[in-house]
């Protein structure tokens, strides 16, 4: 091949990938639009918030460990149609069983918040101080076109906050956005990209900060595209009860090893050993 034709390749080859990335940020942004209407259609379905699900679980049990929930609708149970569906409530009872202690749930969630709003959720706390904190966060993010760097730099914040205070840390990575219903393709597959993009850069966060990450779309995915019609709530964009419980239950092995690991360390220091 002679220099011009190499020339005239190399243009064709940079054309083709200005349209690929002209095309994939048009998606993208496309995206970020319908899924801030898709929230504003579902806000009207299922309200602002999820089922009130706070209050001390197994009050005979002893001094109760705080357990804190934050983040967005998802850490809200939206879509969850009572209040011992939601994952607060579920998160309660597993730890409370599981450490034979009382549990008090405290759920600072906010539909519709962003990563960069959850230390504001977190001075709602008034100085109380978790024994642990699920957090789950970033859908907002996506649809608010909120950049990766900007919201791994605010998640990381809260996370050392938290582990400053003293609590223990378990993230939830964003969910899966190409399981949405809600969603036409080709937005789908743009918003699942996207979204899978985030859990993964939550989830290398979470671990560099001590914290326990569930990539919880990854674990979710598979039954939430087989059955819709069960794992959504009536908007196509949020769990359902059942939708909740399944994510429930792959949160909750983290939850129980925070607890364990948590109780060690307090034990040790306790007894003026070091602790890990």
Excluded at 126 to 145: Q, S
Aim: proline content about 5%.
């Amino acid at each position: 091949m002679d220099a011009i034709s190499l020339r005239r390749t190399a243009l064709a080859g940079a054309v083709v990938a200005a349209s690929v990335v002209a095309t994939v940020g048009g998606l993208a942004v496309l995206f970020g639009t319908e899924g801030r209407r898709a929230y504003h259609a579902v806000g009207h379905r299922l309200g602002d918030r999820g089922p009130d699900a706070d209050k001390i679980y197994r009050p005979a049990w002893g001094k109760p460990l705080l357990l804190v929930v934050a983040g967005d609708s998802v850490a809200a149970s939206l879509g969850a149609t009572r209040p011992a569906a939601t994952l607060g409530a579920n998160l309660a009872v597993a730890l409370s069983d599981h450490a034979h202690r009382a549990v008090e749930l405290r759920t600072v969630a906010v539909v519709g918040a962003k990563t960069s709003d959850v230390n504001g959720q977190l001075d709602s706390l008034n100085g109380a101080v978790p024994f642990i904190t699920l957090v789950i966060v970033g859908g907002n993010d996506l649809t608010n076109r909120v950049s990766l760097a900007t919201s791994i730099k605010e998640l990381t914040a809260v996370m050392l906050r938290l582990r400053e205070m003293g609590s223990a840390v378990v993230v939830g990575t964003c969910p899966d956005f190409d399981t949405l219903p809600s969603l036409p393709k080709p937005l789908r597959e743009v918003g699942g990209q996207l979204s899978r993009r985030l859990a993964t850069a939550q989830f290398k966060a979470a671990t560099a900060a001590g914290a326990r990450p569930v990539l919880l779309g990854r674990a979710v995915r598979s039954i939430f595209l087989s059955e819709p019609h069960d794992m959504f709530a009536i908007d196509g964009f949020h769990p359902s009860t059942l939708g909740y419980r399944r994510a429930s239950a792959v949160i909750i092995p983290a939850v129980l090893s925070a607890y364990n690991h948590s109780n060690e360390g307090r034990a040790a220091r306790q007894d003026g050993a070091p602790s890990n």
